[in-house]
């Protein structure tokens, strides 16, 4: 997977007829979906059929099941993503009739143009900081248009077109997506290594992010979390360029510094110095870090402050995102898309506040690690977080665009656990819901961490817990 350059952004309503391929992705069906309320003319493919695909077929969509050069049909522009193979017919056939191809990011940026964007970038919290951005904005009378990497829970959304003229949208660093963006306003919310597969080290990270913060528009602002040294230094590069910066965290110095935070059930508080407390329904103390940076970039769209509040208490969070699942026997599941060792922490320690709150008995973890790459450079820290946890329930890698590779496995992340954590190692993915059931015991907490099909393992483990 190559990195992404930018290039010339052609505006939305010069891009003719649309196909997509891939189409029931989460990022490719939010800009399908937007583009179709924008009166564009779409098609596109996707290996099997889904309810995105249903729903874009209900908004005047053309879709297929499968892949086949005759569906790119009448098409003036092809929108593909990093994970569509050269070989792939559809697009052999677009290059072969000389029709425009662009990445997912280019038509992205494509919806943007126009508008006041607002990007949101980070190695963790892009999803939770856009979604809670996102229904603030909405409360608050903006009505964005949007395009989040998860879904919304009140909505089951991660894509619309709002009337307003402010388009908030994730900005990807994985494969160099957010280069295609030129926004009115930049959030990073901190920068880690990942994606070492696609960067090769650390230092080409923080490259990239540099020059993410050189294509913030001239007059723009950037919002950078105080708590992480490398964002801090990007401030300073943006201070450079005459941009304004607003800081937001626990340091002190902060421009909006959090102070007081507190569990509350499934949610906290805090207060914002100078600005009062902040409720949520949403728990973790990174959670009253990503609102703060909600509260930065709504000050600096000049947005109600006491309406945006509000719409952070009414926040109901993003799938995926500490999602609970139920409740059986006794035991509540909950779900989570962490898949980075920092990640993995910041969950398990949301939940052991949870935890402590409602007398839990233990944390029964269940991490499946995605990429053999990420498993092959983290395992050691990603035992390390699971640590945070009573048992640890580790499957087997879940590869997704990637080859095995030679001795990565979860087993290297089980063994890495420490030894006062219960720790199994389930390489059978079919008979995790078994070896989960038989380990739980009534007020014990269940959490599914990771980016893989481990999502789908909570039903399961309710229905077998209920049965017993």
Not at 134 to 147: E, F, N
Not at 218 to 243: I, K, N, S, Y
Not at 249 to 269: H, I, K, N, Q, W
Request: charged share 20%; aromatic share 6%; hydrophobic share 45%.
């Amino acid at each position: 997977m190559s990195l992404i350059n930018p290039g010339e952004i052609v505006p939305a309503d010069e891009l003719g007829a649309v196909h997509f391929i891939a189409i029931g992705g989460a990022g490719m069906s939010g800009i399908a979906r937007i583009m179709l309320k924008r009166g564009i003319a779409v098609s596109g493919s996707d290996a099997r059929d889904s309810e995105l695909l249903g729903q874009l077929s209900d908004l005047g969509a053309k879709v297929f099941v499968g892949h086949d050069a005759a569906y790119v049909g009448d098409a003036d522009t092809v929108v593909v993503s990093t994970a569509i193979r050269d070989t792939n017919p559809e697009l052999v056939a677009a290059r072969e009739r000389g029709l425009r191809v662009l990445h997912r990011s280019a038509a992205l940026a494509s919806l943007m143009a126009g508008r006041r964007a607002v990007a949101v970038a980070g190695t963790h919290g892009k999803t939770t900081t856009t979604s809670m951005l996102t229904v603030a904005l909405q409360h608050a009378g903006a009505d964005p248009s949007y395009c989040i990497g998860g879904q919304l829970v009140t909505t089951g959304l991660g894509a619309d077109e709002g009337t307003g003229d402010v388009f908030v949208a994730e900005a990807d660093e994985s494969d160099g997506s957010f280069l295609m963006y030129t926004p009115h306003i930049a959030v990073i919310t901190n920068v880690e290594a990942d994606h070492l597969d696609n960067y090769g080290g650390f230092e080409k990270v923080k490259e990239n992010f540099a020059r993410f913060v050189e294509r913030i528009e001239p007059g723009g602002t950037l919002v950078a979390g105080a708590d992480d040294p490398v964002a801090m230094e990007l401030a300073a590069q943006a201070r450079g360029r005459g941009l304004t910066v607003v800081t937001y965290g626990e340091a002190a110095g902060a421009d909006l510094r959090v102070t007081g935070f507190t569990p509350r059930g499934l949610g906290s508080r805090f207060e914002i110095e100078g600005l009062g407390e902040v409720t949520l329904g949403v728990p973790g103390r990174h959670n009253a870090l990503n609102a703060t940076a909600v509260v930065a970039v709504a000050r600096a769209l000049g947005r109600d402050l006491a309406e945006v509040l509000r719409g952070l208490t009414a926040f109901g969070g993003a799938m995926r995102r500490l999602e609970p699942k139920g409740k059986a026997g006794g035991v509540e599941v909950f779900d989570s898309y962490a898949h980075h060792p920092t990640e993995l922490s910041a969950d398990l320690e949301a939940t052991r506040d949870y935890a402590d709150q409602i007398g839990a008995a233990r944390i029964v973890a269940v991490f499946q690690p995605h990429l053999y790459s990420r498993t092959r450079f983290f395992a050691a820290e990603f035992g390390e977080a699971l640590g945070l946890a009573d048992v640890a329930v580790v499957l087997d890698v879940y590869g997704a665009r990637e080859d095995p590779e030679p001795g990565v496995t979860g087993e290297l992340v089980a063994d890495a656990v420490p030894a006062s954590t219960e720790t199994v190692y389930a390489p059978v993915w079919d008979e995790v819901p078994e070896t989960v059931t038989a380990l739980a015991r009534p007020g014990d907490v269940v959490i599914t961490l990771g980016a893989g099909d481990v999502t789908l393992l909570g039903p399961k483990i309710l229905d077998l817990i209920a049965a017993s």
